[in-house]
T-cell receptor
Framework: RKEVEQDPGPFNVPEGATVAFNCTYS??????FFWYRQDCRKEPKLLMS???SGNEDGRFTAQLNRASQYISLLIRDSKLSDSATYLC???????????FGAGTQVVVTP | ETGVTQTPRHLVMGMTNKKSLKCEQH?????MYWYKQSAKKPLELMFV???????ENNSVPSRFSPECPNSSHLFLHLHTLQPEDSALYLC??????????????FGEGSRLTVL
């Protein structure tokens, strides 16, 4: 089983719609969780951290479910500029051990 | 403009060549990383340096040799590579000497093609 698994997509989303997708992780000892965004032919950039109680940043909402070992990202009112690959990242709590998922591609269409 | 710059952006090399990738961070960070990104695969951590000392070597073949002369510069020396080494090589830096914050700042990458 992969340490961090994501549905590769693509998720084709009409502009203005809501899209949500999950990421599962295998190590129950994982302590911190993040979503990164990677635009086509660009470097990954931190989108948001994921806190135990769930958190929002504008149109983006992240949730953590420790019991089922997954995190989720929800994007409301999708914009064309939201088209990107979203990388799930899990910290195994040892030095430098950020585990990246392979990413979920989101394509927002007019 | 990214605070982490990588050169060259594109590199094509034969299997017998020796080349180097360069990374420079202008963010005053203490830790620097090399990652490999292949199509449709997760980023693979290769090396981690904290305050110029290598703290992680993730079972990377010896044909990849990192060098960190100071906290702002990181090199990846390449020799006798294989075609399967073709990938995007990403350099990153982070503020702390641990990855707990999860915030890595990446360069735009060096796309390597091995013929």
């Amino acid at each position: 089983r992969k340490e961090v698994e994501q549905d590769p997509g693509p998720f084709n989303v009409p502009e203005g719609a809501t899209v949500a997708f999950n990421c599962t992780y295998s190590n129950s000892a994982s302590q911190s969780f993040f979503w990164y965004r990677q635009d086509c032919r660009k470097e990954p950039k931190l989108l948001m951290s994921v806190y135990s109680s769930g958190n929002e940043d504008g149109r983006f909402t992240a949730q953590l479910n420790r019991a089922s070992q997954y995190i989720s990202l929800l994007i409301r009112d999708s914009k064309l500029s939201d088209s990107a690959t979203y990388l799930c990242v899990v910290n195994k709590a040892s030095w430098g051990k950020l585990q990246f998922g392979a990413g979920t591609q989101v394509v927002v269409t007019p | 403009e990214t605070g982490v710059t990588q050169t060259p952006r594109h590199l094509v090399m034969g299997m017998t060549n020796k080349k180097s990738l360069k990374c420079e961070q202008h963010l005053g960070h203490n830790a620097m990383y090399w990652y490999k990104q292949s199509a449709k695969k997760p980023l693979e951590l290769m090396f981690v340096y904290s305050l110029e000392e290598r703290v992680e070597n993730n079972s990377v073949p010896s044909r990849f040799s990192p060098e960190c002369p100071n906290s702002s510069h990181l090199f990846l020396h390449l020799h006798t590579l294989q075609p399967e080494d073709s990938a995007l090589y990403l350099c990153a830096s982070s503020r702390a000497t641990s990855a707990d914050t999860g915030e890595l700042f990446f360069g735009e990458g060096s796309r390597l093609t091995v013929l």
